[in-house]
T-cell receptor, first 113, second 109 residues
Framework: DADVTQTPRNRITKTGKRIMLECSQTKGHDRMYWYRQDPGLGLRLIYYSFDVKDINKGEISDGYSVSRQAQAKFSLSLESAIPNQTALYFC????????????FGPGTRLTVT | QKEVEQDPGPLSVPEGAIVSLNCTYSNSAFQYFMWYRQYSRKGPELLMYTYSSGNKEDGRFTAQVDKSSKYISLFIRDSQPSDSATYLCAVYTGNQFYFGTGTSLTVIP
């Protein structure tokens, strides 16, 4: 089984709908991240969490919220989806002891129509 | 100014060629520099990283950092078709990672 899993893998939704993307990890890492990837813009950080009680905004947090339900679970929500949130979303994890090594999930392709 | 700038390519080379991928970064305080490889429809995977300046070699791959010019390079020797992917450079601040936009590489058999 994969160490970092994301659900769903693909999602099409309509403008204004609320949607949640979920991430789970079995690596035992304490740090988790959400990124979005857009052509020509690369990977941009949305939110990151260093433990269950620590949530931080990244470069592009507007329009998103997160929840760290447990050390192994980190969810990203779009409260009211808009078309320019169409992107590839990645969850990643790392460990405080060796913070350099970041492990990515397979990604969720989200389309907002 | 973005933290990391990367030429998006695309780059197409024949099998066996030496490939050079490059990035520049903005903040001289950055100490950790990474290269990720991303295959189509997959998440990025860490290829290698360097601390401070100098070179690091791993098989056919060499990462180089020139702090005087704020330049990051990845060299691939004897490139193979399996090296065809997007390569992303990144820096680590201790809290966050900042990524370049990625360079798409195709190695033609």
């Amino acid at each position: 089984d994969a160490d970092v899993t994301q659900t769903p893998r693909n999602r099409i939704t309509k403008t204004g709908k609320r949607i949640m993307l979920e991430c789970s990890q079995t690596k035992g890492h304490d740090r988790m991240y959400w990124y979005r990837q857009d052509p020509g813009l690369g990977l941009r950080l949305i939110y990151y969490s260093f433990d269950v009680k620590d949530i931080n905004k990244g470069e592009i947090s507007d329009g998103y919220s997160v929840s760290r339900q447990a050390q192994a679970k980190f969810s990203l929500s779009l409260e009211s989806a808009i078309p320019n949130q169409t992107a590839l979303y990645f969850c990643a994890t790392s460990d405080t002891g060796s913070g350099i090594e970041q492990y990515f999930g397979p990604g969720t392709r989200l389309t907002v129509t | 100014q973005k933290e990391v700038e990367q030429d998006p390519g695309p780059l197409s080379v024949p099998e066996g060629a030496i490939v050079s991928l490059n990035c520049t970064y903005s903040n001289s305080a950055f100490q950790y520099f990474m290269w990720y490889r991303q295959y189509s429809r997959k998440g990025p995977e860490l290829l290698m990283y360097t601390y401070s300046s100098g070179n690091k070699e791993d098989g056919r791959f060499t990462a180089q950092v020139d702090k005087s010019s704020k330049y990051i390079s990845l060299f691939i020797r004897d490139s193979q078709p399996s090296d065809s992917a997007t390569y992303l450079c990144a820096v680590y601040t201790g809290n966050q990672f900042y990524f370049g936009t990625g360079t798409s590489l195709t190695v033609i058999p």
